[in-house]
């Protein structure tokens, strides 16, 4: 067996569940978290030179999920990157967080999931998705809006969806976990 399909093996193993649960976390939809996986193990293991451990390889294949999922487009829905995100909640029909997260464009799920589940600040996620900070400013200003018009009392502020977080994107791993 090749040294990069140990590295892939000993990675998935380790790390499998949890880089697909993220994957997730990113898409909300199991079936696109899936592809989107096989997408950045693709990215990461297929071209040039394979990350050497799999702590280095689980690291890479999370910012390659984080890349991708901010570039992928809704599958089959209507373009909601077209619609008003001033929507008066009733117009949306959602009821519940899950289903107004459903009502997001992908860049702004991915983004906002960045900011708020990772902790990350908007430096940290431009370099971390390979986007200019201008981009992620504009995904979090849309995400944080459309959320608060469908479900006002989360309790977000568009300040801090813009302001606040870490600017280290990297993960340190204690005991093989991150």
């Known amino acids: 067996m ?17 880089l697909l649960a993220y994957a997730e976390r990113l898409t909300g939809d199991p079936d696109g978290a899936a592809t989107l996986l096989e997408d950045a193990l693709t990215r990461t293991f297929g071209r040039g030179r394979a990350p050497e451990t799999r702590d280095d390889a689980r690291v890479a294949v999370r910012d390659a ?11 089959d829905s209507p373009a909601v990157e077209e619609t008003d995100p001033f929507v008066p909640p009733e117009a949306t029909g959602a009821s519940s967080t899950r289903e107004t ?18 902790g990350l600040a908007v430096p940290a996620i431009a370099a971390s998705a390979g986007l200019h900070e201008g981009a992620v400013r504009e ?18 502020r568009l300040e801090d ?14 005991g093989g976990r991150p």
């Open 2 to 18: 090749r040294s990069w399909a140990r590295t892939l093996d000993a990675t998935m193993r380790a790390s499998g569940p949890d």
């Open 65 to 75: 999920l984080r890349r991708a999922a901010v570039r992928r487009t809704a599958p």
């Open 101 to 118: 997260l459903a009502l997001l464009a992908p860049r702004e799920r991915a983004v906002l999931a960045m900011r708020y589940a990772d």
């Open 139 to 156: 995904a979090l200003t849309g995400a944080v809006t459309r959320l608060l018009a469908a479900q006002p009392r989360l309790g977000l």
């Open 161 to 174: 969806a813009l302001e606040g977080g870490t600017l280290d994107s990297a993960t340190v791993a204690v």
